[in-house]
Structures are given as structure tokens and as C-alpha cells.
């Protein structure tokens, strides 16, 4: 079984903070190299940027070419429809969602998913399903199959901004895993999300 590829979904027209993730953030690198870096560090997968296809996100394709990761553009205001172009232009078998407003990437949390994908055969592995998880520390590994069965259409206005809310929300039709974590429950009201 070929490994998952991780997917940075990154854009530049926040609401709550345009250009975030071109902010310096740390020893003059922006939020969405400190990401890539840390990612690069401690795991040994696959990088994509899955950005928009809007002028304002040409930054972000810099940056990508700059630290040589993989990138992809594609619809700006369908999340899905960009995700599920992606997933085909770089014929992925599965991914691991990442925000790139995430710098605290619980990287023992992934590889714990990724163990637990490698072993039995799941849709999606994550620690969202209950909403008990801290904002910024949410992790999702997901077989791109179920995404290519979906018929875009039928989603609302959120379901293609929040790519795994139509699957949490018809849970009965896929093999779900929730994996447990004590710690995050406890401060599941933090946020490590920027």
C-alpha cells in the first residue's frame, strides 16, 4: 500500500486575516514555509499545495517553487471540486489534510493515523469525527475513492468549503475511524489554529 501524500490547503483571501499565510511568523519565514519545513523535518511524504487559481494566490506558487514542493491550483470558492482535481492530476490513492493556519502539525498524531491506515482498510481515519479536538490539531487521512463518488452538485455552499463535512455527516455510508485522544478532549476548547 503506497503511502498517503499530504495536501496543504492554502489560500491568501482569508476573512478573518488576508494573507496569513504569507505573515512572518518565525526567523523570517512565513506561515506557509514554517509548515512545509516542519513537514519536510519529520515526515518522510509526499508535499502538496492545493491553492486557488486566483492572481492573489501567485505568492503561494512562489513559495512552493521556492522550497520545492508540488502544487496545485485549482477552484477558489469549491474546495472539493479543487481537491478532487488535484487527487487526479497527481493520481493520489489517499491524502492527509493540512490548513496551511496549522503550524502546531501534531506529527505523532499523523503517523499514528497513518499506522492505523496501513493496517486495515478505512474511508477515513481522524480525531474531528466527534469535534472534540482543539482547532489547528484536526487530522484527517481519507481515500481519494470516496471523493471521486461524489457528485459535486449535490453539496452545499459548506460541504465544498469543508471537504469532509458531507462525509461526517453521512457517516452511516462510509467506513469511518475516530481515533481517541485524551489530551485533545481535554482541551478541546484551545485553539492552535491561526
Known sequence: MSSPAILIFAR??????PGKVLKEIYLGKNLL????LRLKKFLRLNIIVCTSKSKVDNKIVKICKKNKVKYFRGEQNNVFKRTVDCLKRYNLNSFI???ADRPFVDFDEIKRIIRIYKKKKFDIITNNLKRD?????TCELAQSKIFFGINEKNLSRVEKEHI???FYQNKQKYKIFSIKNNLY???????FSI
Open 12 to 17: 491568501s483571501n482569508s476573512k478573518r486575516l
Open 33 to 36: 514555509e514554517v509548515i512545509i
Open 97 to 99: 489534510r493540512i490548513n
Open 133 to 137: 479536538c482543539p482547532k489547528g490539531l
Open 164 to 166: 469532509f463535512d458531507y
Open 185 to 191: 478532549k481535554k482541551n478541546k476548547n484551545k485553539n
